[in-house]
Nanobody, 123 residues
Framework: QLQASGGGVVQAGGSLRLACVASGRTFSGVGRAWFRQAPGQEREFVAT????????IVADSVKGRFTISRDSAKNTVFLEMNSLEPADTAVYYC??????????????????WGQGTQVTVSS
């Protein structure tokens, strides 16, 4: 089970830190990611991380502003979001998958999904 938290309302230029905790049955997969879905839009990739190596990939639209990281001891993945823009307004979902391969930036690369947390950026 994945539990996302940390969303909220922030003014443009502000920051938020999302967290995603994995609980329940031990998950041995290496892919962890964040996606987002704005109203009327498809769910899109934001960032992904290889749990073992710490390698990351960030979408071009958020590069330089968003950072994905992990706390292995707490089985938690974070998404640090800075310089937020109104276009970043969306429901943010965390995801987990067994592998970190060619589908690591696509929806079908992940099996487990959290419930989503709303991020609203006002202008």
């Amino acid at each position: 089970q994945l539990q996302a938290s940390g969303g909220g309302v922030v003014q443009a230029g502000g920051s938020l830190r999302l967290a995603c905790v994995a609980s329940g049955r031990t998950f041995s997969g290496v892919g962890r990611a964040w996606f987002r879905q704005a109203p009327g839009q498809e769910r899109e990739f934001v960032a992904t991380l290889h749990w073992s190596t710490g390698s990351t990939i960030v979408a071009d639209s958020v590069k330089g502003r968003f950072t994905i990281s992990r706390d292995s001891a707490k089985n938690t993945v974070f998404l640090e979001m800075n310089s937020l823009e109104p276009a970043d307004t969306a429901v943010y979902y965390c995801a987990a998958g067994a592998f970190w391969g060619s589908r690591r930036t696509t929806l079908d690369g992940y099996v487990y999904w959290g419930q989503g947390t709303q991020v609203t950026v006002s202008s």
